[in-house]
Each structure stands twice: as C-alpha cells, then as structure tokens.
C-alpha cells in the first residue's frame, strides 16, 4: 500500500474509535448495539476462546462451547457434522434460523487453534496442552491464526440476527468448521452431503482477521484473495552404492537436487509474469550416513495457483521435469521419479458482483475509507471453497483487519514489525471482533432484506 493510502487508513481508524467521524453515524444503533454486547459478553468470551484453542481434527469443548452459544441464540443446532477423518469424529456445526421468506445464506467460520507455544505476552495467553492427532505427542497449542475472533464474531452475529428479527427475511446458515489449518475440515463436512440434509445456500460468506491490517479496516477483493493448493511427494529412485564408488549407482541426491532447480523454472518461465504461482520445496530427504549412497530420495512440494489453469501447468510441469530429470540420469522407464498429489483444495475465488455489492454496502455504512481492495501479497490457501465449488454458490471472503490501530501505525513508521499469522508472537485485537460481527450484520441485511 502506498503511503497517502496508509495515512487515510490511519486516519480513518483513529476516527472511528473517536466516534467522531460523519461516515461512522449513518447506523449508530446497530454499532451500540455491537459494542454494548462486546463490552458484556463476546470481549470474555473471546478470551474464553482464546485460553482455550484445540487441534484440528479434536476441537470437541470449541465445538460443544460454540453449539451451545448459538442454541442460546435461539438457531436449530446440528452437531457432528461431516465424515470421520483418520478415526477422529467429526466436530462441525450447522446452526439454522428460519425467519420468513427469502433467500439461505451461509456464514461460516473456523475453528481450530495451531501447535504453536503461545509468547504474546498476553495476559489472557494460552497455556493449553493436547495430545496431537498427527503424531500422538502433547504439544502448546494457541490460536495462532484468529479463528477466535471468526467464531467469537459469529456468535456475536448470531445474537444480533436473532433479536433483530423484524429487519430481515430468510433462511440464515452458520456454520462452525473444523480443521481448516489442515486444509480438510470443509471438505470433511461437504462428504457428509450437508447441502441435502440442511438445503444449499444462496449466498456463502466468510471472512478472516488479518494481522497486516489495523482493526476498523474491511478489505474486499473481486478477484482471489486465497490460492488453491496442492500437498505434492515426488519419490526419486536411485542405485545404491559406496560413496567412494559413486560410479557403480545412480545417486538420488544429484537427480533430486537438479529436479529441485528444474522446477524453479516453471513459475519463472512458464508463467505469464502476471500470473500467480509458487512451487516450494518444503523437505528433501535421503540417505542414511556419510560413506553411502542411497537407493530413495523423497521431495514435498506446496504448490500454489490463484485458478485451475494455472494449477494445470504447474501440475504437469513438475510431473515431465521429474520424469525427464530422471532420464537424463539414466534411470530405467520402470524407475522414473513418481509425482503424486496427495491433497489439494482450490482457490477462494469471490463472485465479483456480489464483492463489489458488499463493498458499495460496507463504505457506505462503515466509511468509505476504511474498505479497501487490494490483493494479498501471499499465496495463502483456504478450504472455503469446497463449499462454494460443487456445486457453485455465489459467495464473498473478506478480511477485517486485526491489529492495534497504534501499533499497526507505529509499524509503518519504523517501529516493531507485526508478527504473522502462526507466529508464537501473534497478537490479535479483540477488539476486531466487533468489526467482523458489523461487517458480517451488513452483509446478511443486503442479501435478506425485510419483505
């Protein structure tokens, strides 16, 4: 962002938490409203959720927690929602208010916490322990990532929506999600054929708290605001032999090495230099001890891509550069390196229409200034979209900013820099809470308005 743009933002920001600004009076009861059930519940409740985040896969007390919340609301509450993955029960959620006639719409939100020893520094900062589904080991857990101010936020939405009956009309959908850190809690859920048991939305929203921005900022986009991405092993088979000898084997090390080079082509030359993707090579293993040359090398690659194009050329790039690295290292047809996709989601694409309908309604109601458009410098990824997929739903992911307005200011001026999203050291602002549950109400009221 540039720099007149960085100044608006701050500016607008530190008008907002004045309440001094003309663009922050146009619904000032739904914003005292928020903020008065901010300040008496969903604040302890956020570090409710805060002290106490769960793995993927085990989020059983967030799940049951976050249920009971929305019962309390007064929605029709479904739990276990989704198919067992790795022997684990599911822990979704679907929560549903019936209010009239209109269209069903989808909110949904995450979560999970991360394997990740909390040092925020906070008062209220993690302590928790779980015994981790992936390996068995107790490990720190945190939410390193906001998914308590997404699930905080929905219930918050949840009990305006529902003492606000009289202001709209439809069918409204939340959805508690669980294991999105691992890229398959939606799908999890999407293979229970939940759309045939509680009908197909409409409309999906979601949105996550992003530490990039400072809170009050809502950041919208037309195009992908998260990659799809795919979880590659590429097996490489050598000959194995002395290391002295090297001539006597065909040594996987040298032919994962220059496949590991080779494939640092495929974005740099084979994509459009206005086109999107990322090839990492996140772990190379081989071998056994110093004097022996191993018969196996083994690759892992996170390959990134902002639509199914592009993920088609990357797929196939690294799948003819392996094989043909391999022979050019001579290896038999029978002993080629073996590429296999071993998980993938696709990439969030918003609707761009219904993106720049609710960008029009949030500057209008929350400050022009502060909804901004400009797309993520990373390739993050997201599981959002096996909901909105197959079949297609319109649907709109956003972002609420999520650091201390001070603190974020400080940071464009020279100071601390802003830990990242699962950094030990991330440090959300509860307060954002307040803007996802004002910017998801804005949203829910231009898509079911009172017939």
Same mark, same amino acid.
């Given at each position: 962002m540039n ?19 003309? !663009? ?11 903020q ?6 969903l604040?302890?409740?956020f570090?409710?959720f ?11 007390q ?8 929305? $019962? ?11 198919? !067992? ?5 599911a822990? #979704? ?8 006639? /209109?269209? %069903? ?8 916490g991360l394997?990740v020893?909390?040092?925020? =520094? ?32 929905l &219930?918050?939405?949840?009990?305006y ?8 009309? #439809?069918?409204?959908? %939340? ?9 398959? =809690? ?8 939940? +759309? ?13 708290? /992003? ?11 037309? #195009? ?14 050598? &000959?194995? !032999? ?6 006597? /084997? ?15 082509t ?14 990492? &090579? ?9 004097n022996i040359?191993?018969?196996? !090398? ?5 390959? $990134? ?20 690295? #391999? ?8 002993? %080629? ?10 990439p ?22 502060? &909804?901004?458009?400009f ?17 297609q739903?319109?649907?709109v992911? +956003?972002?609420?900013? =999520?650091?201390?307005?001070?603190? +974020? ?7 601390a820099?802003?830990p990242?999203h ?21 949203? %829910? ?7």
């Amino acid at each position: 962002m540039n720099k007149p743009l960085l100044k608006s933002i701050a500016l607008g920001v530190s008008l907002m938490f004045a309440c001094s600004s003309p !663009a922050f009076s146009a619904d000032s009861e739904l914003k005292a409203a928020i903020q008065q059930d901010y300040d008496s519940y969903l604040k302890d409740l956020f570090i409710h959720f805060h002290q106490n985040p769960e793995l993927s896969l085990v989020e059983t007390q967030t799940a049951a927690r976050l249920a009971q919340e929305l $019962r309390l609301a007064g929605f029709e509450v479904t739990e276990g929602v989704g198919v !067992a993955v790795d022997g684990f029960p599911a822990t #979704g959620i679907v929560a549903m208010m019936e209010n009239g006639p /209109g269209p %069903l719409v989808m909110m949904r939100a995450d979560m999970d916490g991360l394997p990740v020893k909390e040092d925020s =520094g906070l008062e209220y900062a993690s302590q928790a322990m779980q015994i981790s589904p992936i390996n068995g080991e107790n490990v720190p857990v945190m939410h390193a990532c906001g998914h308590d101010v997404h699930i905080t936020s929905l &219930v918050g939405t949840a009990r305006y929506m529902a003492e606000n009956k009289d202001q709209w009309s #439809g069918t409204l959908m %939340l959805i508690g999600q669980p294991a999105e850190e691992r890229l398959i =809690g939606a799908k999890q859920m999407m293979d229970a054929d939940i +759309w045939s048991t509680f009908g197909k939305p409409d409309y999906a929203l979601a949105f996550h708290v /992003g530490s990039a921005l400072p809170t009050g900022v809502v950041n919208v986009i037309e #195009g992908a605001p998260y990659a799809g991405a795919d979880t590659v092993d590429i097996t490489i088979h050598g &000959v194995g !032999a002395h290391g002295a000898s090297p001539h006597a /084997g065909k040594d996987p090390i040298v032919l994962g090495s220059q496949i590991v080079l080779a494939l640092q082509t495929l974005v740099s030359r084979e994509l459009s230099p206005r086109e999107a993707g990322v090839v990492t &090579v996140g772990s190379f293993r081989s071998g056994t001890t110093h004097n022996i040359i191993s018969d196996r !090398a083994e690759l892992e690659l996170t390959v $990134r891509n902002t639509n199914l194009e592009t993920r088609e050329k990357l797929l196939t790039g690294i799948e003819r550069i392996a094989e043909n690295m #391999g022979r050019v290292a001579g290896m038999p047809e029978d002993k %080629l390196p073996e590429m296999k996709v071993v998980s993938s989601t696709p990439p969030t694409v918003n609707d761009a229409t219904l993106a720049s309908r609710l960008k029009s309604v949030w500057a209008d109601k929350m400050g022009e200034e502060l &909804v901004l458009s400009f797309m993520p410098t990373g390739m993050g990824a997201e599981d959002f979209p096996y909901f909105t997929t197959t079949p297609q739903i319109e649907s709109v992911y +956003w972002a609420v900013g =999520g650091t201390n307005p001070k603190v +974020w200011a400080e940071a464009q001026n020279g100071g601390a820099p802003i830990p990242s999203h699962h950094s030990p050291f991330f440090k959300v602002e509860p307060e954002s809470v307040k803007v996802g549950v004002e910017s998801t109400v804005y949203a %829910l009221m231009e898509l079911m308005p009172k017939t």
